[in-house]
């Protein structure tokens, strides 16, 4: 999907516009020097399945923080569904839904509220964020916890709190930063399950980032592997595998990181 | 038309994803009000207690009106500042330390609503604490002369310092930078703002030092509205504190814009 500078504008802008995410050379370093990200593009197509492989400090959650506006003037173009994320940033936000990585609740808010108050901050309507809220809730096996504070829930149940607010607004782009770290086999499992059903039913664009390759493997149509701020291969599996000379994933991802 | 109807759309959207953070933080000060509002009324009736009952008794007049009353329309005003500044500093200063602001900041709210949206909180604490304040005490301080003036006055106090809090919230990294602000800037501020004297009656250095202060000239226009008596030009006051407030405002949302402290 790495489109060439020779790329015709005009076709290069259609690709772009009905792109899920369309990075181009997206460079950032941080205030104390780290380099995150080196000049990376990325085009990931709408509807895809889409993983990001890649050490910690590789860059993943650097680009998953500029998807989401949450990095600061970082240098090149992000476009999601063809907004610019910097200059449509509003337009660009309502198309993407993000679970971090780092479980981040408001602790004055209620199970059900976190929801609402996404839906709203979102612009929801009334009826609908009650809605919406009632039926997340029922789909991650939280409506007996719908009063509690997220301080009072177990790390499985926050993770999948996360999750829902995420998918909260309907975005048509879903980033979920690690979603099973510290998730137990059979969450994560029921993950796996719903994400597809999303995905397929809801026709839901997914960007996984994982350590889990087994996970990348079970989800994701095609895979990218991240080091060091650039964009080292992409591809699906299979051709991974074969670019790589390895028998599995796993052995793709070694023999492209070292 | 496609367009036209999109941004109304999206305007829609913002408009209720404002209306949302603001009912949130104002919730959150009538839900932990015994934290937000118990303690400025209490603190403002034991001043007028202490000051304007025990103390009053001797002084008689100041400026030719009862102690009590000279003094309750700069309490006022330090309620409103104090309790706009704090609410805000510390709401936007949890949101940032916890990390739950990033669901905030990802909305597709514009700067300028995120600021009068984190601003509404600090602006109901503020003023209703001072509202509760100026009703207990209205029956003892007499009736207000000009009441737009007070409104004015009070307003525009309040806006300040909740952008004020906003920005402080912002820009500190720990409780201690964060109680830093509110121990050197705003309690000095409001102790030599004239509340409980006038500045016509100190001595040099006081004198100036009191008009140095941006506060004294809100405590005096107030004190005009409220009981008549002014030591400065009311408007040319009010004039100077509505620039202040809108270049902070300003202030405020371009450094949101720009994720100051809160984005990496």
């Not at chain 2, 503020?126 to 009070?154: C, D």
Request: glycine residues 10%; charged residues 20%; contains cysteine.
């Amino acid at each position: 999907m790495r489109s060439g500078s020779g790329t015709d504008p005009a076709i290069g802008r259609s690709e772009r516009d009905s792109a899920a995410l369309w990075v181009e050379n997206l460079d950032k370093v941080y205030a104390d020097g780290t380099h995150a990200l080196r000049g990376m593009s990325l085009h990931i197509p709408a509807g895809s399945f889409f993983g990001l492989l890649g050490p910690n400090g590789s860059g993943k959650s650097t680009l998953i923080g500029t998807v989401a506006g949450l990095v600061r003037a970082p240098a090149g173009h992000v476009f999601i569904f063809g907004h610019d994320v910097v200059a449509q940033a509003p337009q660009a936000r309502l198309k993407v839904g993000v679970a971090p990585q780092d479980v981040h609740l408001d602790r004055f808010l209620s199970v059900r509220e976190v929801l609402t108050y996404h839906g709203r901050y979102f612009g929801m309507a009334a009826p609908d964020v009650g809605h919406r809220a009632e039926e997340l809730l029922e789909v991650f096996d939280l409506t007996g916890k719908a009063d509690t504070r997220p301080n009072r829930l177990s790390g499985g149940m926050r993770r999948r709190l996360l999750i829902a607010r995420a998918l909260m607004h309907r975005p048509r782009l879903l980033v979920l930063d690690e979603p099973t770290a510290g998730v137990d086999l059979e969450l994560r499992r029921e993950l796996w399950t719903y994400l597809r059903r999303l995905h397929q039913h809801e026709k839901t664009t997914v960007i996984l980032t994982t350590h889990y390759l087994e996970e990348a493997h079970e989800l994701c149509e095609r895979v990218a592997f991240i080091r060091e701020g650039q964009l080292i291969a992409e591809g699906s599996v299979d051709q991974l595998e074969a670019r790589y000379g390895a028998s599995d994933l796993e052995g793709a991802y070694l023999t492209a990181m070292h | 038309m496609a367009t036209l109807a999109a941004t109304r759309e999206l305007r829609l959207i913002q408009r209720r994803g404002t209306r949302a953070l603001a009912s949130r933080e104002m919730r959150r000060v009538l839900s932990l009000w015994t934290q937000t509002l118990l303690p400025p009324v209490l603190t403002g009736a034991i001043f007028l207690a202490v000051f304007g009952g025990a103390l009053g008794s001797q002084l008689r007049t100041v400026a030719g009106v009862e102690y009590l009353r000279f003094i309750l329309p700069g309490l006022l005003v330090l309620t409103v500042a104090g309790q706009a500044f704090a609410n805000n500093s510390t709401s936007v200063f949890q949101a940032k330390n916890e990390g739950y602001i990033e669901d905030v900041l990802s909305s597709p709210m514009r700067p300028w609503q995120l600021l009068i949206a984190y601003m509404s909180g600090g602006l109901l604490r503020g003023w209703l604490a001072a509202l509760v304040l100026w009703l207990g005490a209205w029956p003892f301080a007499g009736a207000v002369q000009q009441p737009a003036l007070v409104v004015l006055a009070l307003a525009l106090t309040g806006l300040i310092f909740a952008v004020l809090g906003v920005i402080t919230g912002m820009w500190a990294d720990s409780f201690d930078q964060h109680a830093f602000i509110a121990s050197v800037l705003i309690t000095p501020l409001a102790l030599v703002a004239g509340v409980f004297y006038s500045a016509e009656r100190l001595g040099q250095p006081w004198r100036t030092l009191t008009r140095f202060d941006p506060i004294y000239y809100l405590v005096d226009a107030t004190r005009h509205g409220y009981a008549g008596v002014h030591e400065t030009p009311t408007w040319a006051g009010l004039t100077i504190a509505a620039v202040v407030a809108a270049g902070v405002f300003a202030a405020a949302v371009e450094l949101l814009r720009r994720g100051w402290r809160l984005k990496a």
